[in-house]
Nanobody, 120 residues
């Protein structure tokens, strides 16, 4: 499966962005999907995950209550809605896909990343 993340950009603190991740090559409903981010000089951080059906979601502690992951399997797209953005959310955001159950948090396919910059 090929993944294409988009929707990044520059936003002021307190603002919102929605990141789509479009998948091609396979039926998206077969995959658990996740979002990760990596800021300069920092390790990659788990952001959110969603099961193939969309029934189960998981979030990193730093984004709980502010970010929402969702999916539209008919459109082969996963979304990350980001609200109440903070400068600490500045990073490159990556989407990922896995054949494994969502609670494994292990991923086989990665997109190329999209830059999100939050100004103070």
């Amino acid at each position: 499966v090929q993944l294409q993340a988009s929707g990044g950009g520059l936003v002021q603190a307190g603002g919102s962005l929605r990141l789509p991740c479009a998948a091609s090559g396979r039926t998206l409903s077969r995959y658990s999907m996740g979002w990760f981010r990596q800021a300069p000089g920092k390790e990659r951080e788990f952001v959110a995950a969603v099961s193939g059906s969309g029934d189960s979601t998981y979030y990193g502690d730093s984004v709980k209550g502010r970010f929402t992951i969702s999916r539209d399997n008919a459109e082969n797209t996963v979304y990350l809605q980001m609200n109440s953005l903070k400068p600490d959310d500045t990073a490159v955001y990556y989407c990922a896909a896995s054949f494994r159950p969502v609670r494994s948090f292990e991923y086989d396919y990665w997109g190329q990343g999209t830059q999100v910059t939050v100004s103070s």
